[in-house]
Structure formats: structure tokens, C-alpha cells
């Protein structure tokens, strides 16, 4: 059978993730690699995940292994109303952000409307945009906000010109994935102000706002306008991926579609895991636990600085996350990262090659490091090699 014929017109929009095909061609165990995005095995409690996983099936029995509410349980919709000092109905559990973006995208975009973003951003967010083929539209970073402003002032006019429509802002304003940059309030207020004047949303992704290592909270860009920000938070950097949980907070109105199409989705996020998170936030075990994350990733961040600092050769500049699981190397231009990565590869370092993160096709001599997988030892070493490597290629 001719199966290419049978796949809808979206597929045709699918487009594989780069970091999980580097996955595919080596065992990044045997390698130094900064490349995937996974948080520290170090910083699951496993111990205090099995006793939480007793205690839940004593107390709920058989209903930790039912069905449940679209919604997500109320234990657990009801503990992160109040972690986050939101109202329960403005609260929808998810499973994690992938699916709040994807969900967010599927109930808010029509093919060929305009989805914003900064340039880079999130490669599993432009995957999905990409695949309910929305035109994606970057707006790099500039630390002057006159000119970041007018950045996006002009990107606006453009797609008015165009005859199309914005629907939505996709941000991740704490310790960016790929960037590790933060926006400042300034910068918040800023982009908020623009969503109220020109009708848009703003989709604020927002899963390493609690892996902060220096600096103070900035308020979420959800608190700074609850309707017009669609808030996604996920449990898979402050607790553990596996479990697969987030939550999406918004106006009762959009979530109530989101509800709507998450009954065709999964019908509900997964019960057991939902009410071991609930007694891990409500216990405080979860804090407790994060406690020790923040200060395992922070010694990881630490270290990677004073490395860089070290050993990178003259031209490499590099970001200075305040939080978050990444940093980003920029190299002088004419560096292209994709056509150097075999070299690095057979050397035996990994990384993402930033221009996989750019939906303008910039970025080609940039580099995403990933400093939480990673032991301190082998972050060492890995840096001195790639160091090494750059060296004879700038
Ligand atoms: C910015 C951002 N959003 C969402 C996700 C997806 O995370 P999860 O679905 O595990 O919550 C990631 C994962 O790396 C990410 O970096």
C-alpha cells in the first residue's frame, strides 16, 4: 500500500526534532553532551516517590487508577490554584506543556495564522506550530526596549500588511529554552501592552520559572494581564518529566475549549501521577525537594561559567542565565554550528546547533549547552574539549 497518499495535509507540516535525532546516532552516555534537555537524574527523590505512591494508594485505592475530570483531579487543580494564588476554575491540569502548547495552537490557530516568537525560542513549541501549519513569525532579542519595541511594532504592521491575523504571542520569559535569557518587567510590560493595543494572546510558557540561581522573581506576564496571558507551568523541571503533568492557567472562557478538546485528546491527564504531585505540593515535599535541585543546578551553572571563562577562545560569547537548564554560545559570524557538529561529534562533544531554534533561519553560528544533565566532572572535560575543537576551527 502507497501510505504517503493516506496521511492528512498536515503531516506534510511535521518536521523532526533535530536534538532527538542526534539522540538516535549516539549513545550520549559515552560522549560528553551538552545536547538534550534533560534535568538531573540527581534531583529525583526517588525514595520519597515511593513512600508518596504507598500513602496515595492507601488513601485513594482504586480511584488513583480510574478515569477522572478532563480537568484534572481537584486535589491537584485546588494545590496549584493555591501554590499559585490563581482561582481553581482559571485552573486546567494538563499532560505537561508539550500538550498545553500543542492544545493552545490546535483550539487558537487556523492554517496560515500568524503565531509571533521570540527568535529563538522553543523547538518543541515551533514543531507544533509548524504541524497545524501556522506562519511563524521570530523577533530577536534587543536589550534596547525602544528598539525592541518597535522590533515588533514593525513585525505587527507587516502582518496587517500581509492581510493576516496575529492570534497569538508564544514567550518563555524565565531562563528561555534555548537562550537561558529572562525578560525584564519592563520588557514584560511592554509585550503585554502590545497584545491589549492590537488584540492578540499571549501564550507564556513558563517551565523553568522556579530554577532560579541569582536575582529576583519577576511577576509572570499572566499577572500582569490574567486575560490576555494563557500561563503553561509543568512539573517536569521542579519534580520529574515522567510523570508528564503541567497546567494551563487562563480565562475560564479559553480553557473551557481547551477542556473541550483535551476530552478528545487523552480524556484526562494521568490519575496516579495527578494525585502524587498533589500530595507532593500539599506535603511540601516538592519545595523541600526543589531546594536541593536549585542548588545542584546552580553549582552545574556556576562551574560552566567560570569554564567558558577559561577556556573559550577569543570571538565566543556566551549568555548568563539567571535560572533555567541552558546557556547560549554565540561564535564570531561566518562559524556555521551545523556544518562543524560532525567534527564535534567525532570528538566526542554534543550540542544543539542554535539555527534549529530560529524560525527566521538566523542563528547559524550559535550553539544551545545544556549544564543540567551532565555531571560536574564530565562538564569539565567536555568544555576543555570543545574549547579545544573551536579553537582550530575560528
Ligand atoms: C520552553 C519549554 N516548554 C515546554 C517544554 C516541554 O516540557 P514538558 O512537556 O515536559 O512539560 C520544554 C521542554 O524542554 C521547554 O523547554
Redesign the pocket.
Known amino acids: 500500500m502507497k501510505y504517503t497518499e493516506k496521511f492528512s495535509e498536515d503531516v506534510g507540516s511535521f518536521f523532526r526534532s533535530p536534538v532527538r535525532e542526534i539522540f538516535k546516532r549516539v549513545d550520549l552516555n559515552a560522549i560528553y553532551s551538552f545536547a538534550g534537555?534533560y534535568p538531573s537524574a540527581d534531583t529525583f527523590p526517588l525514595e520519597a516517590i515511593q513512600q508518596t505512591i504507598a500513602e496515595v494508594i492507601a488513601k485513594y485505592g482504586a480511584k488513583a487508577f480510574q478515569y477522572g475530570a478532563t480537568q484534572g483531579v481537584p486535589e491537584l487543580r485546588d494545590a496549584v490554584a493555591k501554590r499559585y494564588g490563581v482561582p481553581v476554575e482559571r485552573v486546567q491540569i494538563t499532560s505537561?506543556?508539550?500538550q498545553g502548547?500543542d492544545v493552545c495552537t490546535r483550539v487558537l490557530v487556523n492554517p496560515g495564522d500568524v503565531i509571533l516568537t521570540s527568535s529563538p525560542s522553543?523547538l518543541?513549541?515551533l514543531q507544533s506550530f509548524r504541524s497545524y501549519r501556522a506562519d511563524i513569525r521570530g523577533v530577536a532579542h534587543n536589550d534596547n526596549i525602544e528598539e525592541f519595541q518597535a522590533a515588533y511594532e514593525q513585525m505587527i504592521a507587516q502582518v496587517s500588511e500581509d492581510g493576516k491575523k496575529i492570534k497569538f504571542l508564544y514567550m518563555?520569559p524565565d531562563f528561555q529554552?534555548p537562550s537561558g535569557e529572562s525578560l525584564t518587567l519592563e520588557e514584560r510590560k511592554m509585550l503585554v501592552a502590545l497584545a491589549e493595543k492590537y488584540d492578540f494572546l499571549i501564550v507564556e510558557?513558563s517551565?523553568y520559572r522556579e530554577l532560579r540561581y541569582e536575582g529576583e522573581h519577576i511577576p509572570t506576564m499572566y499577572s500582569l494581564s490574567p486575560d490576555h496571558v494563557i500561563h503553561l507551568g509543568?512539573f517536569?523541571k521542579i519534580f520529574a518529566?515522567g510523570f508528564r503533568l503541567?497546567w494551563a492557567i487562563a480565562h475560564p472562557d479559553i480553557l473551557d475549549k481547551i477542556y473541550v478538546c483535551k476530552q478528545s485528546l487523552d480524556l484526562c491527564p494521568p490519575i496516579l501521577d495527578q494525585y502524587v504531585a498533589a500530595e507532593f505540593l500539599s506535603s511540601g515535599r516538592l519545595d523541600e525537594n526543589l531546594k536541593k535541585s536549585v542548588a545542584l543546578y546552580k553549582g552545574k551553572r556556576d562551574l560552566l561559567l567560570s569554564l567558558l571563562n577559561e577556556h573559550m577562545p577569543q570571538g565566543v560569547k556566551w549568555t548568563h542565565p539567571e535560572g533555567g537548564l541552558f546557556l547560549f554560545l554565540t561564535m564570531p559570524e561566518g562559524f556555521e554550528a551545523v556544518k562543524f557538529y560532525d567534527k564535534s561529534l567525532d570528538a566526542g562533544v554534543a550540542y544543539v546547533a542554535g539555527e534549529f531554534f530560529h524560525p527566521d533561519g538566523n542563528g547559524k553560528n550559535t550553539m544551545r549547552l545544556n549544564f543540567s544533565f551532565m555531571t560536574e566532572e564530565k562538564i569539565r572535560a567536555g568544555i576543555k574539549l570543545l574549547a579545544e575543537i573551536l579553537q582550530t576551527e575560528l
Open positions: 534537555g505537561s506543556s508539550q502548547i522553543y518543541g513549541a518563555i529554552n510558557d517551565p509543568s517536569s518529566p503541567g
